[in-house]
């Protein structure tokens, strides 16, 4: 039943706000086209088709202003003024009493906020999809900014997850590319992120790791500063954190103003994210223009200030390698390489025909690649490489959408401060670098290093895992008990021994292993 209240209240904000004249209509089937001429019916509003749309997320709640906000960093795929009112969505979404904020603030801390603090602004310095911020300053005179979640957010939310899950199981239900698409893994996904976001005890320790990953070198902390947690004010609630005095990135004309480099800006961007996501595995995957800064320090080489780290991502290690094997092998136009890899990875069924599925993706890169490299919009390119596997059944990746959110994101930003970015010379070198130190003797012997305690561990269960797999296998020349005895002697011996002579004998067993296969 509440889901049902909820699609008419949808419903009602679309005809309410007419979003209905945004749908095109061409390729529509009759149905739907009689249907949207009797909307016609309902006559018209004045303000522009752009505010509208701004409105009718607004009015729906915060899940639909975050996919707003997504949207408004993708110039590329939006009409400017579309864009550019739906970039109003950062920092124009109404405030909740002041009151309220003041009573959560109090009860989270168990004292009041003039006991707390030296001096606290009432009225919220801005105001954002699930939460708000207060100025204030503490005893020791420093200014800081007090986060507090929007009362009752829980449940709104709540309820949109819902009914996107009803909606994702209608499409897999009706579709099958909807079932290719994977649709409630990837609500669920979201589900978990969004809701994480709720927590700002989490997101104080997000942007501790994140602050600590890019103060580990003097190189890395002239590209990206994060402002540091006042823990003993900080809960679940509840953040306090150091306040920051920065131009907002999608302010153009003040960056100009203070004679910053925006080529360089664009270029930092680009290096703060591929740095997040191949070396710390760690990566700020909210990054629309509300939520990034540019210092006034030293504007030849900008440094960005990032908040609101309360949606992360990282990846597992092997999505991580074949990630940045697949786009080494797209800046190389190597399409037998990314064909094999989206087999050799899962993301494409393991009988596609490789051939087939190069074919295309040639087909849909070689027309693009005719441009100047710095014309070419990545995520242009990866939305076509995505629709090809699509078409030889690939499975949307749940650990990815986070990621492809936000190198869309980045790019989308890149351009727009800086026109004539060019990603792939920016992105090419540095994937290269990671890649050769990725194979590099010395991140081995420390991967090595790492997980040689559990391999030690495991190490006695192995005879019985290579004779399971050499039933499966099939027939062979060596009989099962001959191999089990010669097992079981290797068996005895790496227990005895230490680890050098414990790494011989596992490659000995896999050769042994790989010979009888072969014959």
Known sequence: MKKIIRIIVIFRIILRYRIDNLVPQKN??????????????????PESRAARLRMALQDLGPVFVKFGQLLSTRRDLLAPDIADELALLQDQVPAFDSKTSVAIIEAALQQSVSHAFNDFTVEPLASASVAQVHAATLHDGREVVVKVIRP?????????????????????????????????????????????????????ANCAQLKRNFEATEELSKLLFIPAIIWDLSTVDIMVVERIYGIPVAN???LKANNTNLK????????????????????????HPGNIFVSRENPESPRYIGIDCAIMGSLSDFDRYYLGRNLLAVFNRDYALVAKLHIESGWVPAGTNQY?????????????????????????????????????????QPSLVLLQKTLLNIEGLGRQLYPELDLWATAHPYLEKWMAEYYSPKRLFKEFKNQSPALLEALPGLPDLLLRQLHQAGSHSVSSLELKASIDQIESQLRKQRIFHTVIAIFAVVGALTYVLAN
């Not at 529509?28 to 006559?43: A, E, H, Q, S």
């Open 28 to 45: 529509l089937k009759t149905p739907v086209k009689l249907l949207l001429k009797f909307f016609n019916l309902l006559g018209s509003r």
């Open 152 to 204: 009752g957010i829980e449940n709104v939310i709540a309820k949109d997850i819902a009914l996107l899950f009803l909606i994702a199981h209608l499409v897999e239900k009706f579709s099958l590319d909807g079932k290719r698409m994977r649709l409630s893994e990837v609500v669920s996904d979201y589900e978990h992120t969004i809701f994480d976001e709720l927590d700002l005890k989490r997101e104080a």
């Open 252 to 254: 153009i004309d003040a």
């Open 264 to 287: 360089a800006l664009a270029e930092n961007g680009v290096q703060i994210f591929f740095t997040q996501v191949f070396e710390h595995n760690f990566f700020h995957a909210d990054m």
């Open 356 to 396: 087939a599925f190069e074919g295309m993706i040639r087909s849909a890169c070689e027309p693009i690649f005719e441009k100047p490299l710095a014309e070419i919009s990545f995520g242009t390119l990866l939305i076509y490489l995505f629709q090809v596997a699509r078409r030889f059944g690939m499975q949307v």
